[in-house]
Each structure stands twice: as structure tokens, then as C-alpha cells.
């Protein structure tokens, strides 16, 4: 045959189709067919039928095997269509500078993605998933469903059991909540209840607050606060609630608004101390302190109290044959006493003035006493002028004694006009000028 270029020849994508391919060997030309490199019979280029290119797809039990003769080797990984196997000793690594995933895109159930030890019970072969990094990285667990944890040391749980520590190398096993396992911190899950006789420690600082039924006892402060703009309750809806201080104090307060103590019903709100205590009310820095014998009276039709102190009796003793004489004026109610005929006199300055009207709005009870008889008389008063005068007893003699209460029916003069109680006692003529006594209780309504 001529020469002719290779580029001239006719093209043939078969392997199996050429009859002939000549090369050299040690005694000269050859030729090798294509069938011969294809079933490696003649075993030139071994096993070229298992070399996969580019885009190649391997066909049914195909697998690409990788050596390493090294320092303890051999080593091999196989790697098929079923899996890859590894028969060195040694760690075999995977590692990515980017995110490594493992991901089922498949439609079957159950478990899809296993990861198992093969070696059996007692082996010591384990399964470790660290994740390293640092500070605020972590292990994350996260299912569309359920977490399902299982094992032959963590025992079989019962539904509202957790997992707790059953040693300080973290090892887990499922306890029962609130039970009594030695060594196991007891916890509790939501609406959990306890049983009868049980109770919970907190220790803080040394101070030991225990939980029970039915009571909490501290061995230091202890406190309840509530959140903003709700209620705190005590109470269980039948027996007494005990608040029980032991030695110390016990401190009710309100950072915000109002501290409402209050009782249901008919029942009763009763302050009551045991052997010396005190009861002690402290009404702010708005109301001055109290002095000894200070009462608690109301400032205001809402039931704020304050302290006050009491009218003491306001006694007057008046001696006089000749002029007109002043008993008790307290610059609204004026009581005096009229020489020349005898007499209690009443003058009563009203509120801006007088009203004009010829209405009630005063009412005089007075009862006297003469040594033989008693007697009791009311009359009534308006408040038409600037001032309101009236005669209570036209012949006060010797010995006679009179008791006077005047006060206001007209709420509308209420709480400025208060309650007089007055008592007139005179003297026999014994006593030089016979002296008239004049003792006044006011007080407010």
C-alpha cells in the first residue's frame, strides 16, 4: 500500500471494527486487533474495559479501586454504586473548606440516612460528633417531626420522663420527673405535680428556700414580685393563707400604683399581733408623723385617712355679775352668757356670709337640770343672715345644769361645720359671783 497521510484516512469510532492496529514489539512490527484490547485477551493494556472517562457511566457492578502502599499499607478504598469500603486501619477523612451535606432526595420512609458502627455490643466503638469552633457555635438538633432518642443504657421511658445525667462524664438515661434516683437532679416539666411529702430545695448563697404543700420556708429574704400591669393572688380559694415572717420583717410594698388588701364578701380584715408586737402605720412622706394620742380620721370621701389630733375638751369657768361674758367661740359657733337675763346666748356665723334662705339647716338638742326636774328642748335655725342668733335657756339659775348638742343636718355645710357637745354647769350661791362652767367637745362629721 502507498504511503498515506494519517489525516487521509477514512475515520472508524469502533474499536471493535478494526481488524488490525500496527505497532512494534521486540522482534518488529505487530498488528493487535481492536476485539483483542477490548476483551483483553491478549492482555496487552490490562483491564481497559474498567477505565471510565469523562462522563462515563459505569455499568452494573463496576467499582474503582484506590491503593496506597504506604508506611502500613496496603491500604484500598473501594468505591461502587453501593457504597464505599475501606479496609485500612487507620482514620479515613473527609473534609471540604466549604459546607459538607449529606441529603436523601428520595420519597421512601423510614430511615434514609444511617450512620452505624458496625461493631457489636462490648466492642468500644462509639460515634463522636463534635462541632467545635468556638463560643456560641454548638451541636444542633432540628426535625420537621419528632426527635426520637433510644439506646439500651438510657432505659425505656414512660411518657413525661426526661433526660438526665447518670454521671459526670454525661452519660444520659431517661428518669422519671421529681423522682428519687440517687445522684439525678430532679426536674420538672410543665404542670408537673408532686407528689405527697415531696419538696424542692433552691440553695443561693447558702440560703435555703424549700418548696412543699403546704408551704414555702426561707432560710434568708425572700420575695414575690410581679410582673407589670397584672394581679398577684394569694390565696387557694378555702383555707387561711399564712404569711409567716419567723424573726424578721414582713414587707408588702408597691413600686407603681396602689396596694389593695381586700376580703371577699362578709368576711373580715383583721390585724392582729402575737405576745408584745406593735401595729404600725406609716402613711408617707405627704402626711405629717403622728404624736402620742393622734387619731386616724378620713380627708376625703374615699376613705384616705391621715393623722390628727383629737379635740381635747375646750373648758372655760366664767365669773360674772356684771357684764356680758364670752363662754366658747371658736369664730363659727359663739356661746356666751347674758348677765342681765340669765341666760345661754347662741350666735352662729354662717358660711359666706349667710344664704337667704329661710330654710332649717341647724339643729340645737339641749337638756337641763335643776336639781328636781329635767327637761328637754330642740329648736332649729336658718342660715339667712350673716350671722344666726337664738336664746337656749332664758333663766339659768344655781345648781342648774344644761347639756347642749349642735350640729348640721344640710350636707352641703358638712364637713365645715362640726359636732358641739357643750355642758353648763352653774354653782350655787355659796361660791362668790356663782361661777358658771363651760366645757365644749367638738368634733368633725
Excluded at 461493631?119 to 419528632?146: F, N, Q, W, Y
Excluded at 443561693?204 to 407589670?228: C, D, E
Excluded at 354662717?350 to 328637754?376: E, I, K, L, P, R
Aim: proline share 4%; charged share 10%.
Amino acid at each position: 500500500m502507498a504511503n498515506v497521510k494519517i489525516s487521509n484516512l477514512p475515520v472508524e469510532n469502533t474499536l471493535a471494527n478494526m481488524t488490525g492496529i500496527a505497532g512494534y514489539n521486540a522482534a518488529g512490527t505487530a498488528q493487535i486487533s481492536g476485539a483483542d484490547i477490548i476483551s483483553g485477551a491478549a492482555q496487552p493494556v490490562p483491564n481497559l474495559a474498567s477505565v471510565l472517562g469523562t462522563g462515563s457511566i459505569a455499568t452494573s457492578g463496576q467499582t474503582i479501586t484506590l491503593g496506597n502502599t504506604g508506611p502500613g499499607g496496603p491500604y484500598t478504598a473501594t468505591m461502587g454504586a453501593a457504597g464505599i469500603a475501606i479496609n485500612n486501619s487507620g482514620p479515613f477523612d473527609i473534609s471540604s473548606n466549604g459546607e459538607i451535606k449529606m441529603s436523601y432526595t428520595g420519597g421512601g420512609g423510614g430511615d434514609q440516612i444511617i450512620i452505624s458502627t458496625i461493631g457489636g455490643l462490648g466492642t468500644g466503638a462509639g460515634i463522636l460528633i463534635d462541632s467545635g469552633g468556638s463560643v456560641g457555635t454548638g451541636l444542633r438538633l432540628k426535625s420537621a417531626t419528632e426527635i426520637n432518642v433510644a439506646g439500651t443504657g438510657l432505659g425505656t421511658p414512660a411518657v413525661g420522663d426526661v433526660l438526665a445525667a447518670k454521671n459526670v462524664s454525661g452519660d444520659l438515661e431517661w428518669v422519671t420527673a421529681g423522682g428519687t434516683t440517687p445522684g439525678i437532679v430532679d426536674v420538672l416539666n410543665a404542670g408537673y405535680t408532686g407528689n405527697s411529702g415531696q419538696q424542692i430545695n433552691l440553695t443561693t448563697g447558702g440560703t435555703v428556700t424549700q418548696y412543699s404543700q403546704p408551704s414555702i420556708i426561707s432560710g434568708g429574704a425572700f420575695s414575690i414580685t410581679q410582673g407589670n400591669n397584672s394581679l398577684l393572688t394569694l390565696g387557694n380559694g378555702g383555707s387561711p393563707t399564712t404569711i409567716l415572717g419567723g424573726s424578721g420583717a414582713i414587707q408588702v410594698g408597691d413600686t407603681g400604683g396602689n396596694l389593695l388588701i381586700s376580703t371577699n364578701g362578709s368576711d373580715k380584715l383583721q390585724l392582729s399581733v402575737n405576745a408584745t408586737g406593735e401595729v404600725q402605720f406609716y402613711l408617707g412622706s405627704n402626711n405629717p408623723a403622728p404624736a402620742i394620742g393622734d387619731v386616724l380620721t378620713a380627708k376625703s370621701t374615699s376613705g384616705d385617712v391621715h393623722w390628727t389630733t383629737p379635740a381635747a375638751p375646750e373648758n372655760s369657768l366664767t365669773i360674772s355679775n356684771t357684764v356680758d361674758t364670752d363662754m366658747f367661740d371658736d369664730g363659727v359657733v359663739r356661746l356666751w352668757w347674758d348677765v342681765s337675763a340669765s341666760d345661754i346666748e347662741l350666735e352662729i356665723t354662717n358660711q359666706g356670709g349667710g344664704s337667704g334662705s329661710t330654710s332649717s339647716v341647724y339643729h340645737a338638742s339641749y337638756t337641763n337640770f335643776d336639781g328636781s326636774s329635767t327637761s328637754t328642748t330642740t329648736t332649729d335655725f336658718n342660715a339667712q343672715n350673716a350671722t344666726t342668733t337664738g336664746t337656749l335657756d332664758f333663766n339659768f339659775a344655781t345648781d342648774e345644769v344644761m347639756i347642749l348638742r349642735l350640729w348640721t343636718p344640710d350636707t352641703s355645710l358638712q364637713p365645715g361645720f362640726g359636732y358641739y357637745e357643750v355642758t353648763f354647769t352653774k354653782s350655787s350661791s355659796l361660791y362668790t359671783g356663782t361661777p358658771i362652767l363651760c366645757s365644749v367637745r367638738k368634733s368633725s362629721l
